[in-house]
């Protein structure tokens, strides 16, 4: 019989194919507590479970090859990390030696222990970090379990495979793409979760918070994953069959489209040339904007790597990064933003503050970097040995007012004159430039061009800040309209500054990679945008069906519109003229 389950779409596209089911372990935990003299022969198990999902990880990772392995050995190395960590390693052993928990029992308490902590997070990003500790832990309950009934653990998917899970780790992920899977569906994990930024990058369609999906699927079905709509429909009928032939031809057609412009230069119908950037953070994006033809980095946001330690990441595991970025770009320009942590985006090592009363409004971005000179610092040394290896530019969140700027390029000069006594290579110059996110910053310009190299309009921020409406609030919709009046003002204000002092403006906010905005910022004067590299495909498309001279020519009367819904009708109306 037909029926149909819903989820949330983590990954677009569409796949046909059998269900393949993996059920959460079936381990039933022992709860009886250890007799003393069985806690050794019990550690041991532990440790020997232990020692085979590292062993498992290793083996993944030998098995990985080219553009995939390194797309997925970040994550295979976030789980052997937290297979080495110390507190969690300490937890069990005393959960067994003090607790005389058997190590099955401790293993499930120890995860959800961590689960809970994970999930009581405000940041969507680590909260999504509670399924990397299940994942890793679960590797460990299964490997326990092989001691005593050996049949577990058969994830070797076969071609023409969906596979239906309560989670999946990204390595498995990975592992089971290779062998001709389809596609994912998973009872629970979110769209933020590695394995979903994964699936994006391998083009899997997946879909998370699948319910009822491992009670109502069955090994073999005949199911129609449909990540487009955020439906699996188990046993199609023909109609859906057709829907999605009709699917697959025009992805195809679309890709096949799309495909040619991989590496087509960026230009306006009227042949004016346009830079397409990339917003990279993972070495996936980095992969994926080479792939796409982007003409450098254009903002890569280092917190994440903040985000991702729990202890402040070294000056060597930020260097490290930062290089390997530079050179995975190949000689195209990198352009790092310093830190960029408070509001929104709270690190687990305790750097920002805690119990502002408005933090979107407090000690954030630079900031924040410039009241801990010493962390900072590090990250500038960082920086500037990274340089060395290919062309860098640096980039300052949240800049206010031109005494940030002046005292971050102090603090590179301090930085720069120690690696010199140290006798650590330097790159020769480092452009320095400052995002426009805060208001004052955009209106008070021209003071700022004084002092920064290059300017990047960040508008998720900018936005935010000019109309005080929080970006991540959908009860603000109607106000948080990227067609807002004042907004317009505003970016077209920077541009013009910025080209008046002959210094080069970017935009690296949301809308730079929304193909529907691109006829508006080319109208305001812009000519480089910096997007997520899967997003510089479409963008390039729409930016050759436009007329760069026709749009500027109506700039002014855009600019003039008293509301966001007057000028959406205005440029609609400045498009279609000049489709004709
Ligand atoms: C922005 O604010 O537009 C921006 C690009 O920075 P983030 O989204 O990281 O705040
Ligand atoms: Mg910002």
Same mark, same amino acid.
């Not at 057709?242 to 799309?258: D, M, N, T």
């Not at 230009?267 to 917003?279: K, P, S």
């Given at each position: 019989?037909?029926?149909?389950?819903?989820?949330?779409?983590?990954?677009?596209?569409?796949?046909?194919?059998?269900?393949?089911?993996?059920?959460?372990?079936?381990?039933?935990?022992?709860?009886?507590?250890?007799?003393?003299?069985?806690?050794?022969?019990?550690?041991?198990?532990?440790?020997?479970?232990?020692?085979?999902?590292?062993?498992?990880?290793?083996?993944?990772?030998?098995?990985?090859?080219?553009?995939?392995?390194?797309?997925?050995?970040?994550?295979?190395?976030?789980?052997?990390?937290?297979?080495?960590?110390?507190?969690?390693?300490?937890?069990?052993?005393?959960?067994?030696?003090?607790?005389?928990?058997?190590?099955?029992?401790?293993?499930?308490?120890?995860?959800?222990?961590?689960?809970?902590?994970?999930?009581?997070?405000?940041?969507?990003?680590?909260?999504?970090?509670?399924?990397?500790?299940?994942?890793?832990?679960?590797?460990?309950?299964?490997?326990?379990?092989?001691?005593?009934?050996?049949?577990?653990?058969?994830?070797?998917?076969?071609?023409?495979?969906?596979?239906?899970?309560?989670?999946?780790?990204?390595?498995?992920?990975?592992?089971?793409?290779?062998?001709?899977?389809?596609?994912?569906?998973?009872?629970?994990?979110?769209?933020?979760?590695?394995?979903?930024?994964?699936?994006?990058?391998?083009?899997?369609?997946?879909?998370?918070?699948?319910?009822?999906?491992?009670?109502?699927?069955?090994?073999?079905?005949?199911?129609?994953?449909?990540?487009?709509?955020?439906?699996?429909?188990?046993?199609?009928?023909?109609?859906?069959?057709?829907?999605?032939?009709?699917?697959?031809?025009?992805?195809?057609?679309?890709?096949?489209?799309?495909?040619?412009?991989?590496?087509?230069?960026?230009?306006?119908?009227?042949? %004016?040339? &346009?830079?397409? +950037?990339?917003?990279?953070?993972?070495? *996936? !994006?980095? /992969?994926?904007?080479?792939? @796409? =033809?982007? $003409?450098?980095?254009?903002?890569?946001?280092?917190?994440?790597?903040?985000?991702?330690?729990?202890?402040?990441?070294?000056?060597?595991?930020?260097?490290?990064?930062?290089?390997?970025?530079?050179?995975?770009?190949?000689?195209?320009? %990198?352009? &790092?933003?310093? +830190?960029?942590?408070?509001?929104?985006? *709270? !690190?687990? /090592?305790?750097?920002?503050? @805690? =119990?502002? $009363?408005?933090?979107?409004?407090?000690?954030?971005?630079?900031?924040?970097?410039?009241?801990?000179?010493?962390?900072?610092?590090?990250?500038?040394?960082?920086?500037?040995?990274?340089?060395?290896?290919?062309?860098?530019?640096?980039? %300052?969140?949240?800049?206010?007012?031109?005494?940030?700027?002046?005292?971050?390029?102090?603090?590179?000069?301090?930085? @720069?004159?120690?690696?010199?006594?140290?006798?650590?290579?330097?790159?020769?110059?480092?452009?320095?430039?400052?995002?426009?996110?805060?208001?004052?910053?955009?209106?008070?310009?021209?003071?700022?061009?004084?002092?920064?190299?290059?300017?990047?309009?960040?508008?998720?921020?900018?936005?935010?800040?000019?109309?005080?409406?929080?970006?991540?609030?959908?009860?603000?919709?109607?106000?948080?309209?990227?067609?807002?009046?004042?907004?317009?003002?505003?970016?077209?204000?920077?541009?013009?500054?910025?080209?008046?002092?002959?210094?080069?403006?970017?935009?690296?906010?949301?809308?730079?990679?929304?193909?529907?905005?691109?006829?508006?910022?080319?109208?305001?004067?812009?000519?480089?945008?910096?997007?997520?590299?899967?997003?510089?495909?479409?963008?390039?498309?729409?930016?050759?069906?436009?007329?760069?001279?026709?749009?500027?020519?109506?700039?002014?009367?855009?600019?003039?519109?008293?509301?966001?819904?007057?000028?959406?009708?205005?440029?609609?109306?400045?498009?279609?003229?000049?489709?004709?």
């Amino acid at each position: 019989m037909r029926h149909l389950l819903s989820g949330t779409v983590a990954a677009r596209g569409m796949a046909l194919g059998r269900a393949r089911l993996v059920q959460p372990s079936r381990y039933a935990v022992d709860t009886r507590p250890l007799a003393e003299e069985e806690v050794e022969g019990e550690l041991a198990k532990l440790h020997q479970a232990l020692d085979t999902a590292r062993q498992e990880l290793r083996e993944l990772r030998g098995k990985l090859h080219g553009a995939l392995a390194r797309e997925v050995n970040e994550f295979i190395d976030a789980h052997s990390l937290l297979l080495d960590d110390a507190e969690l390693l300490r937890g069990l052993d005393d959960l067994v030696r003090i607790g005389r928990y058997r190590p099955g029992a401790a293993l499930k308490k120890q995860r959800d222990r961590l689960s809970a902590v994970f999930e009581a997070m405000d940041d969507p990003y680590l909260r999504s970090r509670k399924e990397d500790v299940e994942q890793v832990i679960n590797r460990v309950i299964s490997a326990l379990q092989r001691q005593t009934s050996p049949e577990e653990r058969k994830l070797a998917a076969r071609v023409g495979e969906i596979l239906i899970a309560d989670n999946i780790a990204p390595g498995d992920m990975a592992q089971l793409a290779g062998n001709g899977l389809l596609g994912v569906v998973a009872s629970s994990g979110s769209a933020y979760s590695h394995s979903a930024i994964l699936a994006r990058s391998l083009g899997l369609p997946m879909l998370v918070g699948t319910r009822d999906a491992l009670s109502n699927i069955h090994d073999d079905d005949l199911i129609l994953l449909d990540a487009e709509r955020g439906e699996v429909i188990v046993h199609p009928a023909a109609q859906d069959l057709s829907r999605y032939r009709a699917w697959q031809r025009e992805a195809a057609a679309e890709g096949r489209r799309l495909a040619k412009l991989a590496n087509a230069p960026t230009r306006t119908r009227d042949g %004016v040339e &346009i830079t397409l +950037l990339a917003n990279a953070e993972t070495s *996936a !994006d980095v /992969a994926l904007a080479r792939a @796409r =033809g982007a $003409d450098g980095v254009g903002l890569y946001r280092t917190e994440f790597l903040f985000l991702r330690h729990r202890d402040l990441p070294s000056e060597d595991e930020q260097f490290i990064a930062y290089r390997d970025l530079v050179m995975g770009m190949g000689g195209l320009p %990198v352009t &790092i933003r310093t +830190l960029d942590l408070g509001a929104d985006k *709270a !690190d687990a /090592a305790g750097l920002t503050l @805690r =119990g502002e $009363d408005n933090p979107a409004l407090g000690v954030r971005g630079v900031r924040l970097s410039l009241r801990y000179p010493a962390v900072f610092t590090t990250q500038i040394r960082a920086i500037l040995r990274a340089a060395c290896y290919g062309p860098v530019r640096v980039l %300052v969140p949240m800049v206010t007012q031109p005494d940030e700027l002046i005292a971050v390029r102090t603090l590179f000069k301090l930085a @720069r004159q120690d690696l010199k006594r140290e006798a650590i290579d330097l790159p020769e110059k480092l452009p320095l430039g400052a995002m426009i996110e805060v208001p004052a910053a955009a209106i008070n310009v021209r003071a700022l061009l004084e002092h920064a190299d290059f300017l990047a309009i960040g508008t998720n921020d900018l936005a935010q800040y000019v109309l005080a409406a929080d970006r991540g609030n959908d009860a603000l919709e109607n106000i948080y309209n990227p067609l807002q009046p004042a907004l317009l003002r505003l970016i077209s204000h920077v541009l013009t500054s910025g080209r008046r002092a002959k210094k080069p403006v970017s935009l690296c906010g949301e809308i730079a990679g929304d193909a529907n905005f691109s006829a508006l910022l080319l109208l305001l004067g812009l000519h480089e945008f910096s997007m997520h590299p899967a997003q510089i495909l479409q963008v390039r498309d729409r930016l050759a069906t436009l007329d760069h001279a026709h749009l500027r020519r109506h700039a002014a009367q855009l600019l003039n519109a008293p509301t966001h819904e007057q000028a959406e009708a205005m440029l609609n109306e400045i498009v279609a003229a000049s489709a004709h």
